[in-house]
């Protein structure tokens, strides 16, 4: 490592002090490739990610299922219809004695027919039909929140992938900057070594430190073809679409926010917590869905009957019998009086389960947020730091180089100063995607990325 940062700044020296790292990146991320490319920022990734992420197809269905779920509950309070219609053929009967003596042929009307329409309406039903089209709609509030997690979560996983993307971008300039310097350092230590001032070993430590640097320069471009390809998956863009992060993500304006803040603001907001809070309702609805298997149900109904021929006659009279009725059925299952206990009993310690694994819940996101909260406040520190090592980075550099050249420091002391100014400038930046990282996981924590 000692060599590579002697190496680093003798190129410096030798191309006489480039342009700082920040102008470098942008130049390179404008720069055109070989493929399609496109700086895309992080607003119209999650539009991308809303619109075609397949991992999102699913539980968009399934919150559709839901809603049709609601409509089937709902259907329960139109009335029952029932009709019937039948044509059949009717052999002759017999008449026999009690002792099955004197067989006397009996004709029938071969034809038969029966028509039966029949309309109930439930009037009261213990209120399972209003629990039930009440449960319906917690599955369809508990399908909404599931998509609202996944689509959080997918949205936490890409802002990872962009800002992991963007670190290995910064990472790969150094690297490319790294490698010139490294090639002219050889080419002028070849020149030297014709002079007789440099050995050939020096050059051989030289040659073998560039090949180090090009196996990194593949490492990072390897990662970030994984970075861009996952990223471009999940946002159902092409293959051959190279993603380049928007630099101006680094003067995001993040809002001053304090710890009570954010754990308000996950209460208010967090899927994770309002499907535990679903789940606790959809046990208490449960348990009034089985309470009303104790109340009796009772309808009314109404119907219209026909049946041809009359058959209850001797000898059968060839029309149709008509008749109508109304009334009102009340019932009751007596069983449910002794099951449902049971099912209630098993139901209230689901509900009790259920608050508990609420306040378990409750406590891992507080949890979670006191821990990023933590270091979200680090990173902010840290990135203070970075910079006054930046300013002290380039005083020292202007410094080294001013005393190089007038003869008055070492190679040495100048290959450091140089290290030293491109490895703070590679830190702040680093320093600035954390803050960021943290911002975004503390929105993700209370479910409002």
Known sequence: MNNLRLLIVLCCITLCAKTALPQDMATAQNAPTDCQDGILTVDEMFRLADTNSKQLRPLVSGLQEAEEGIRVAKSSRLPDLNANVSVSYLGDGFITDRDFSNFTNAPIPHLGNNFAFEASQVVFAGGAIKHGIGMAELQRDMARLQVDDKRNALHFMLIGYYLDLYKCRNMRLVLEENISQTREVIKDMNAREQEGIVLKNDITRYELLLSNLELKLTQIDNTLSILNRNLTTTLGLSDNYTIIPDSTILQLSIPSANYDYWVENAK?????????????????????????????????????????????????????????????????????????????????????????????????????????????????????????????????????????????????DMLDASNAKLDAEQKLVNAQINIIYYYYKLLYITGVL
């Open 268 to 412: 208010s907001n967090s899927s994770i917590l309002k499907m535990a809070e679903t789940g606790v309702k959809m046990s208490q609805k449960n348990e009034s869905i089985i309470k009303a298997e104790r109340l009796p149900h009772i309808a009314l109904f109404a119907g219209y009957k026909m049946d041809g021929p009359i058959t209850i006659e001797v000898p059968p009279i060839d029309k149709n019998f008509n008749y109508w009725y109304v009334g009102i059925g009340v019932n009751y299952n007596i069983s449910s009086l002794f099951k449902t206990n049971k099912k209630l009993s098993r139901n209230r310690a689901a509900t009790h389960k259920a608050m508990e694994e609420y306040d378990a819940t409750e406590e891992q996101i507080t949890l979670a947020i006191n821990a990023d909260y933590t270091r979200y406040l680090e990173s902010l520190e840290e990135f203070k730091t970075q910079q006054k090592s930046v300013e002290l980075a380039l005083q020292n550099y202007d410094v080294t180089s001013n005393r190089y050249r007038n003869d008055m420091a070492l190679i040495t």
